[in-house]
């Protein structure tokens, strides 16, 4: 399969030294790819920016806004036979980015945001994607109803859902426990390295992509 992952978090420009972004690592989008990479797919990885090492026979497309990675992901999901969402995309950015570093002035500042856009929300209807489409959900609570407002919303085949208010799992762990949510049945897959989740994981899209027919 041709296979796209985002991965990473998104940074959000505010002035010419200063931006917003979370918590993400990207380990668990670079433990996909490299899961996709090593079963024989072949693999792009768009990444917002990361400290982790692209894997190797992994094409590479690093981008920084939710608005780059929404460019890079229209430009080339048209071809793909699989699409995994892990990026933790920023909901909003600074309406305006100054050109110049903002000065500290007053005792308080408010920042004025305005939403990014959806780009998973986007694959279906927008790019008018057909593949198996692939999404994660990052949730403090209430994971599984959550998850399935966003599968059946998004339009994904599975979406992985992490409760990444547990501590040492989830943003920022080498570690993670996660529900798979399928539109029929959910799968509970206990704690484990990151990189033992993902074989596991790729094995079950593989098989919803043989179900689809591509
Ligand atoms: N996502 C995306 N573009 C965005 C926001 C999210 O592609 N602007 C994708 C993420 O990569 C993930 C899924 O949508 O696969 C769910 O992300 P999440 O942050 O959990 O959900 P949101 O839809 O952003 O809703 P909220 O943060 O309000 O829970
Ligand atoms: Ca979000």
Do not use: W
């Amino acid at each position: 399969m041709r296979v796209l992952v985002t991965a990473g978090p998104t940074r959000e420009a505010l002035d010419p030294v200063r931006y917003l972004t979370n918590r993400s690592s990207g380990k668990m989008g670079y433990a996909m790819a490299d899961a996709f990479a090593r079963a024989g797919h072949q693999v792009l990885l768009v990444s917002g920016p990361t400290v982790l090492v692209v894997p190797e026979g992994v094409d590479f497309l690093p981008v920084e806004s939710a608005a780059e990675m929404f460019e890079a992901v229209k430009r080339h999901i048209g071809r793909m036979d699989a699409a995994v969402f892990a990026a933790a995309v920023a909901d909003y950015r600074p309406a305006a980015v100054s050109e110049q570093k903002i000065k500290k002035t007053g005792e308080t500042l408010t920042l004025e945001l305005v939403r990014t856009p959806d780009i998973l929300g986007s694959v279906r209807g927008e790019f008018g994607f057909t593949g198996t489409l692939v999404g994660f959900a990052a949730e403090t609570e209430n994971l599984l109803a959550n998850a399935r407002i966003k599968l059946e919303r998004k339009g994904c085949d599975l979406v992985i859902a992490n409760d990444v208010s547990k501590p040492g799992i989830g943003f920022d762990s080498d570690r993670n426990e996660v529900l798979l949510v399928f539109p029929e049945h959910v799968e509970a897959l206990p704690e484990d390295e990151k990189h033992h989740l993902a074989p596991h994981i790729v094995r079950e899209i593989e098989r919803l992509a043989a179900e689809r027919g591509r």
